[in-house]
């Protein structure tokens, strides 16, 4: 059971003693006491009975090793070797990590199922929290919280097909295990490469190419907990302005439906009464489509549904419904050709389409099993 959450250290130099059981140092840890700067005791990760001490970027940590080596080799090689400093008789062992991100993951290691990251449950975890701790478990190669991240991308980037994917990035709405925006994309690149989902990265970038104002691919983005700005390498800056220009070429492509439609001798359906009307109504979404700007846009995978619904409300712009049928279908054709050459939009080799990630969740809901 942990210890009461205390600092080593008071304003005036003295120590504190803890509320819930008073333990008066001897003189040699008292003098070590004094001697190190371990910031504060860990709520609820200052355990009694734990035998090695991490000391973090303004907290530290009393933790078992036998634990930590058991679920990261990098631990267990760090613990291994012989540390110098020891405080209540405990060796000391330096990190260089922030508290915060230390105490979120050594909480998922000791409560497991029961944290938000390995919950059956999968409570939505914000990107915020979730690049954090990704960065800190790829450092300590935690192979259970890389696993469970790897499924949370592939939920929201999903690759097996065009229907699943959900440009907004909420497919299962409010049960997305993953509360991530565009501009959150930014990040996330450089990041999916560190997690080996190199089959996600042309939807990434697809994002991206889709963050607005487009100025924030180059001027960077102001993330949520995170102190810095983050900015596009510069590789993947230039891949994101030539991919824009070519969803905006086959983004033209799918609207050039319309014309052809309105343009040609007979409406497209066998099935038409109304050949002349469709063939107007052709016509004018073209002109609506143009004063949308939609012949120029780089969100090219979003369904054209909405629009048409909506457009075709207008006067004379509905065609019948057979000719309405067939109008979607080349659309959504059109959408799919797009979607099958995202890899070679964005230079990935890894885009077959259709070719799903071979990820999964975490094998256990427990950690510590």
């Not at 190419?209 to 180059?218: G, Q």
């Not at 052709?282 to 619904?309: C, G, N, Q, R, T």
């Amino acid at each position: 059971m942990p210890a009461s959450t205390r600092s080593l250290r008071s304003a005036d130099g003295a120590d504190m003693p803890n509320k819930r059981r008073k333990v008066e140092p001897d003189d040699d840890e008292e003098s070590a006491l004094r001697g190190v700067e371990l910031g504060d005791r860990a709520e609820h990760l200052w355990f009694e009975d734990g035998n090695v001490i991490l000391a973090a970027r303004g907290m530290s940590f009393r933790v078992h090793k036998g634990i930590l080596a058991l679920r990261s080799d990098v631990f267990r090689t760090m613990l291994d070797d012989a540390s110098r400093e020891q405080v209540e008789g405990r060796p000391v062992f330096r990190v260089e990590d922030q508290g915060k991100d230390l105490r979120d993951l050594l909480h998922i290691i000791y409560n497991g199922g029961n944290s938000d990251w390995l919950s059956s449950s999968r409570p939505t975890i914000e990107y915020a929290d979730f690049r954090r701790v990704v960065d800190i478990a790829l450092k300590y190669n935690i192979n259970e919280v890389i696993s469970e991240a790897k499924y949370r991308l592939s939920r929201v980037f999903q690759t097996d097909s065009l229907e699943n994917w959900d440009s907004d990035l909420s497919p299962d709405g409010d049960q997305t295990p993953l509360s991530i925006y565009r501009r959150d994309c930014i990040d996330l690149l450089p990041l999916s490469r560190r997690l080996g989902m190199h089959s996600i990265l042309p939807l990434v970038f697809y994002t991206c190419c889709n963050v607005n104002p487009v100025e924030k691919l180059a001027h960077g983005v102001q993330l949520d907990g995170v102190p810095k700005r983050v900015y596009l390498a510069p590789n993947d800056l230039a891949l994101c302005l030539k991919g824009r220009e070519s969803l905006s070429q086959e983004s033209s492509r799918i609207m050039r439906v319309l014309h052809e439609l309105a343009s040609a001798d007979r409406a497209p359906s066998e099935r038409c009464t109304m050949q002349a009307r469709c063939r107007k109504a052709f016509l004018i979404l073209s002109l609506f489509a143009l004063d949308k700007h939609l012949y120029f846009e780089s969100s090219v995978l979003v369904p054209m549904d909405d629009w048409l619904d909506d457009y075709e409300e207008q006067p004379n712009a509905r065609p019948c419904r057979h000719c309405d049928a067939v109008l979607r279908k080349r659309m959504d054709d059109r959408r799919k050709a797009v979607w099958c050459k995202l890899g070679e939009i964005f230079g990935s080799v890894e885009w077959p389409a259709g070719k799903k990630d071979n990820v999964e969740g975490p094998a256990s809901n427990n950690i510590l099993e």
